[in-house]
């Protein structure tokens, strides 16, 4: 199973050539003590992170990739924050293709680290993610370099890659299958991709009345990557560039990207727009493996916290179904790890005191 189980319903590619590592059909688990500890009688996670690289993005690489061998180019030529690049390098090496990837200045050395053992170049570039006027010229160098044979440029964007993001649509294609009554689904956002992804997903099924009602799709950011959550909060038409802020790995996404394709689609839906802060996030990441047990990266633990800020504030009721995408597993970040565990002590017995911890005289 993976994405090509819906090849009806995303970016037309050949049998022939569709590149899969068996991403999608990610499971959907109910919360045991986070949900009930804040009267969520029926809050779902949905573990994006055990996709073959560890992320949500695999559902774009597979579809992009594959488009790449239908047009017949051979060398990809990409940005990331991290994970973007760990699924391109790795469906690319699938593939046989080379990729040449721009990454931010700050991305964790777990993703850093993938992109490298699946054979892709990598460069990183000072202040991307952070400067908006940076993200412009790297998108234009970038452009650019992708007109160029044999090339194509894979950006996890609608306005650059929309063969690729049709992948991510199946996020909503699966949820309608596993939840069908979900009211509302919490997304983290960057570039805003997947919450424009994720609503064109269920309003695909709408329309060919495989689903009554889209359920109301959020947009969950950094309150340092302000993007778009508070231009869709407030009722404006259009997302904002912004001075990144924010330490979430993955999300420091300063310029628009599909900011307003993301108010577009999520407005019509009943979703909003939430803002939380980095601190927040690490609590919830902390919270989730400990309580839950689900090890996940900070930018995955995005959509919950947005999720209990809004139940805080009353906007979603105790029994709505809802879901929170968890986009990646832990061992993308391991600085973030190490600040979870920052005052854990792992001491070193001999083996006497052993013994004696165990009665053994």
Same mark, same amino acid.
């Given at each position: 199973?993976?994405?090509?189980q ?22 959907l688990v ?8 804040a ?10 992170g ?12 597979a579809?992009?990739v ?15 924050s991290?994970?973007?690049?760990a699924?391109?390098?790795?469906y ?10 721009a990454?931010?200045e ?7 680290s ?20 940076v993200?412009k ?17 894979q ?22 299958e ?8 919490? *997304? &983290? =956002?960057?570039?805003? %991709?997947?919450?424009? #992804? ?5 309003a695909? +099924?709408?329309?060919? $009345?495989r689903?009554?009602?889209?359920p109301a ?7 340092g ?6 231009p ?14 924010s330490?979430i ?24 727009g ?33 999720? *209990? &800020? =809004?139940?805080?504030? %009353?906007?979603?009721? #105790?029994?709505a179904?809802?879901?929170?995408? +968890?986009?990646?597993? $832990? ?7 190490e ?18 911890q165990?009665?053994i005289?």
């Amino acid at each position: 199973m993976s994405i090509w189980q819906y090849a009806d319903w995303i970016t037309p590619i050949d049998p022939v050539n569709r590149i899969t590592l068996g991403e999608g059909n990610t499971p959907l688990v109910k919360s045991r003590s986070i949900g009930p500890s804040a009267g969520l009688t029926n809050l779902y996670f949905k573990l994006e992170g055990t996709n073959p690289t560890g992320s949500f993005k695999d559902r774009f690489a597979a579809a992009a990739v594959s488009h790449m061998l239908q047009t017949g180019a051979s060398e990809i030529i990409a940005t990331s924050s991290g994970n973007t690049g760990a699924s391109l390098a790795a469906y690319a090496a699938a593939a046989g293709i080379t990729a040449s990837i721009a990454i931010v200045e700050t991305a964790p050395i777990g993703k850093l680290s993938q992109m490298l053992a699946y054979g892709a170049s990598i460069y990183k570039v000072e202040r991307f993610g952070l400067d908006p006027e940076v993200d412009k010229r790297v998108f234009q160098a970038l452009k650019k370099m992708g007109r160029q044979p044999g090339r194509a440029l894979q950006v996890s964007g609608y306005v650059f890659s929309p063969e690729g993001m049709s992948g991510v649509e199946t996020v909503g294609f699966e949820l309608a299958e596993q939840l069908p009554e979900v009211k509302h689904v919490f *997304l &983290q =956002a960057g570039g805003g %991709g997947l919450c424009v #992804a994720t609503a064109r997903g269920f309003a695909k +099924l709408v329309k060919h $009345g495989r689903l009554d009602r889209s359920p109301a799709v959020h947009c969950v950011q950094p309150e340092g990557n302000d993007t778009i959550a508070t231009p869709l909060r407030e009722g404006h038409e259009r997302a904002r560039n912004v001075e990144c802020t924010s330490k979430i790995s993955g999300l420091q996404v300063s310029s628009v990207v599909d900011g307003h394709l993301a108010i577009e689609a999520c407005r019509p839906t009943g979703g909003t727009g939430h803002i939380v802060t980095d601190d927040a996030i690490w609590h919830i990441q902390e919270r989730l493996a400990r309580e839950e047990g689900l090890f996940v990266e900070p930018a995955a633990a995005v959509a919950l916290t947005g999720a *209990l &800020q =809004a139940a805080e504030r %009353g906007e979603i009721t #105790a029994d709505a179904p809802i879901v929170c995408l +968890l986009t990646g597993i $832990g061992f993308k970040d391991p600085a973030a790890v190490e600040r979870m565990n920052r005052n854990v002590e792992c001491p070193t017995f001999d083996l006497a005191r052993l013994e004696s911890q165990a009665g053994i005289n």
